[in-house]
């Protein structure tokens, strides 16, 4: 599966139950392998998903294609990968942890 498939597939199902997701707004930034970059955008209930830099993030995770797969499936241990390098974080990591919250709802 592509990452963008697997976006897209996530923000239906989001956007089809928002119950989880109500009180998340926040832009998130992928910055991915290759230099492909996605952005998650919450706003009340609703998820959009877009190629590039269009919005100003609040939180930018980097991370590898294959890794970023593992995190919208749920398999993916957001802690250790943090600790080992697998994953960055910069801007609110508040916002990164309600992102895994998140996503643990939806897979």
């Known amino acids: 599966m592509s990452v963008e ?3 897209n597939g996530l923000q239906v199902k989001m956007n089809v139950n928002p119950e989880e997701i109500q ?7 992928f910055n991915l392998s290759e230099g492909k970059v996605y952005q998650v955008s919450f706003n009340d ?3 959009n998903m ?3 830099e269009k ?3 609040q939180c930018t995770l980097q991370l590898s294609d294959e890794n970023v797969l593992k995190l919208i499936d ?3 241990n957001t802690t250790m ?3 080992t390098g697998k994953l960055k974080v910069t801007g609110d990591i508040g916002l990164a942890l309600k ?8 897979k």
Request: charged letters at 15%; hydrophobic letters at 40%.
């Open 5 to 7: 498939s697997a976006f």
């Open 23 to 29: 009180r998340l707004n926040a832009v998130y930034q």
């Open 45 to 47: 209930g609703h998820v």
């Open 50 to 52: 877009e190629n590039g």
């Open 55 to 57: 919005l100003d993030p």
């Open 74 to 76: 749920g398999s993916f």
């Open 81 to 83: 990968a943090f600790m």
């Open 99 to 106: 992102l895994q919250s998140a996503l643990e709802k939806y």
